[in-house]
C-alpha cells in the first residue's frame, strides 16, 4: 500500500528489505503476523 499512496517507492531498498524481513520473521505459511509469538500463547 505504501507505494501506492507514494509514501516510498516500490524499488526502493529500504522498502525491500523491509518486505523482506516481514516475510521471514512474521510469515507462517500464507499468513503473516503482526508480532512474533514466540514459544507461547499471549491470548
Request: aromatic share 10%.
Amino acid at each position: 500500500m505504501m507505494p501506492l499512496v507514494r509514501f516510498t517507492g516500490p524499488k526502493d531498498p529500504r522498502w525491500i528489505g523491509t518486505l523482506d524481513a516481514i516475510g521471514r520473521e512474521l510469515r507462517v505459511d500464507p499468513l503473516i503476523f503482526r508480532y512474533a509469538r514466540g514459544s507461547t500463547l499471549d491470548g
